[in-house]
């Protein structure tokens, strides 16, 4: 009887051990994404546009390197943003028309993601470091091209514009498409559909090592924390209907908690990351506006 207590309990305390390991596996992927490292397959002289190789350090000492697309005319420049698992061209492909509205656009990778340094992502925490070094950088040698900024973002880019602008007065106005509403939701919901973890009792543990890794909570960071604060400069809520990682019912609650002036369109038929691509016209019809009116 005691051998089989003794088996029982080698057991339990070796299933405890197996998970614990397998949640700081998972925190793991998600902080060190390096299977997410893609190359670059769009650069702007495939669409005949003038640009300029840029590189700058952040406060943490990451390398950054993007691209500045000027306009002679304007002084005004919209900072393009994109998603987890992406890079610069991703997002690219979907909003170089802007710049035939007039606008300079810039454009970068994220910390550990495309052609920029370091290995951890954080999901939009140290991702906002990464803006405030190209918003410095732009505003240290392109002065001319920093009168007027908007910001726009994808997925994580989206939070990170919502979180810069709104401690950043000098943000003129947010596009947020595909956005999260909580880091605990976005991570929760990624390690469902993605590894089929569920919430109880796994997640706990894997935010948990995220936390421990960052140390720092970056649920404080989150969108829904932050986007009340920037009216009363305008922020536009793009986001897809059929969003299988973040639900479009959090762009409704996101939306709810922004104050004016703001909008919102729910791209039928879109899921993450599809708007662009789903939309067509009507999204580069709606983006153009946007800008036009409040940039």
Not at 12 to 33: D, E, S
């Amino acid at each position: 009887m005691l051998s089989i207590v003794l088996i029982v309990f080698v057991v339990l305390i070796l299933l405890f051990l197996g998970t614990v390991y397998m949640c700081a596996r998972i925190a793991k992927r998600v902080l060190h994404p390096q299977s997410k490292r893609k190359p670059l397959a769009l650069w702007p002289d495939q669409y005949k546009l003038p640009y300029e190789n840029i590189y700058f350090p952040t406060q943490d000492g990451i390398v950054i390197k993007g691209w500045f697309i000027p306009n002679t005319q304007s002084a005004k420049t919209i900072i393009l943003m994109h998603g987890w698992g992406m890079n610069r061209g991703d997002v690219f492909k979907n909003t170089y028309f802007l710049h035939d509205l007039g606008y300079n656009l810039m454009y970068f990778d994220f910390r550990a993601l495309g052609e920029s340094d370091g290995n951890t992502s954080s999901i939009g925490y140290l991702e906002v470091k990464d803006l405030q070094a190209a918003i410095a950088f732009l505003k240290a040698t392109r002065p001319f091209a920093a009168e007027k900024i908007g910001l726009y973002g994808l997925s994580m880019g989206g939070m990170v514009a919502i979180c810069e602008a709104a401690q950043n007065p000098e943000i003129a106005c947010v596009v947020a498409e595909a956005s999260y509403y909580s880091f605990r939701r976005v991570v929760s919901r990624w390690a469902w559909v993605h590894n089929k973890v569920p919430y109880f009792p796994l997640m706990p543990m894997i935010l948990h090592y995220i936390r421990r890794n960052l140390a720092v909570n970056p649920e404080q960071f989150s969108p829904k924390h932050n986007i009340a604060k920037i009216a009363p400069r305008p922020v536009f809520i793009i986001h897809g209907r059929y969003d299988n990682l973040v639900p479009a019912a959090q762009a409704k609650m996101l939306f709810k908690r922004a104050g004016e002036p703001k909008e919102i369109w729910l791209v039928p038929g879109a899921k993450h990351n599809q708007c662009a691509e789903v939309g067509g016209f009507e999204y580069k019809q709606r983006l153009s506006e946007f800008f036009r009116k409040n940039l």
